[in-house]
């Protein structure tokens, strides 16, 4: 009786199976399926090359401070980069009395106690300090952004689908918005068409707006696609700064995988591979009657050969 039931119980899970597996098929075949606005006028990050891209992938330093000069100009009066300190500009080939002239000349103080009277204020940053943010919290963040928050850039670059390419495209993809863009798809009040964007509608206005923005020391051209390529390398380099050592030593550990499956091969060739052929020729063959009653043995034990 047990058995019984629990047949029937099984066959009554199948049947559930079987009917959720049709119905899905079913609706699958039949309806329609319609895409969304943000997918249909939504655009994939540009292909850009950068120096970090590939296994073998560097830092351009020069790149990387003509980026920072561009964070610095453009981007921090808005955005702030915490998790970075200012002695870590030593990476990019800044010189000590360089950083500390960067952090004593930044335009943000860090916020600080005064040790006579316990109230709160500010002083000049010095070398061992964060990036300090531009607004003292997320309500003055908000108020100063059309209630939008704008992200920390330490780590955009990985916290962004498509990393550096998309912050490029991002940077370079404001628009004015298509004729065919549906009216309640359009950017309101205080937003901006941008195809690179999730929802096509974001609060940051343009930040790169014209050529020559920036005044680069090295002599490089500052054009809007110059400068939007250096600022998403060097938040590469904000987001992952030990990239070229990762890499090193993944090819170190690459190189010695590789020499110790060679050993490994060559200790098996001589040592397991052919064992009973050279058994075979230490020993000598075996004279006829133990050849025999070898082919016996392994015959009563089933052995072809």
Known sequence: MVRFFGALVGMGF??????????????????????????????????????????????????LQRGFQVYKEVCAACHSLGQVAFRNLADLGYEEPEIKAIAAQWQIEVPSINPDTGEATTRKAI????????????????AGNNNALPPDLSLIVKAREGGAPYIYSLLTGYQNAPADLPAEA??????????????????MP??????????????????????AKDVAAFLTW???????????TGLAVLI???????????AYQNIWHGGADR??????????ENQAKSRAAKKEA???G
């Open 14 to 63: 199948i049947a559930a199976l079987l009917w959720s597996f049709g119905w899905g098929v079913n609706a699958q075949l039949t309806e329609t399926h319609t895409q969304s606005v943000e997918h249909r006028f939504h655009q994939e990050p540009r292909d850009v090359a950068f120096s970090t891209d590939g296994p073998f992938g560097k830092f351009d330093r020069a790149q």
């Open 127 to 142: 070398a061992s300090d964060h990036f300090p943010s531009p607004y003292a919290n997320e309500v003055a963040a908000r």
């Open 186 to 203: 359009r950017p309101g009040q205080g937003l901006h068409y941008n195809p690179y964007f999730a929802n096509l509608n974001i609060a």
């Open 206 to 227: 343009p930040p790169l707006t014209a050529d020559g923005q920036v005044t680069y020391a090295d002599g490089t051209n500052p054009t809007r696609e110059n400068m």
């Open 238 to 248: 904000t987001a992952e700064p030990n990239l070229e050592s990762r890499h090193r």
């Open 256 to 266: 010695f995988l590789l020499i110790a499956t060679i050993l490994a091969y060559m």
């Open 279 to 288: 058994r075979v020729r230490q020993t000598g063959p075996l004279d006829p």
């Open 302 to 304: 089933g052995i072809k």
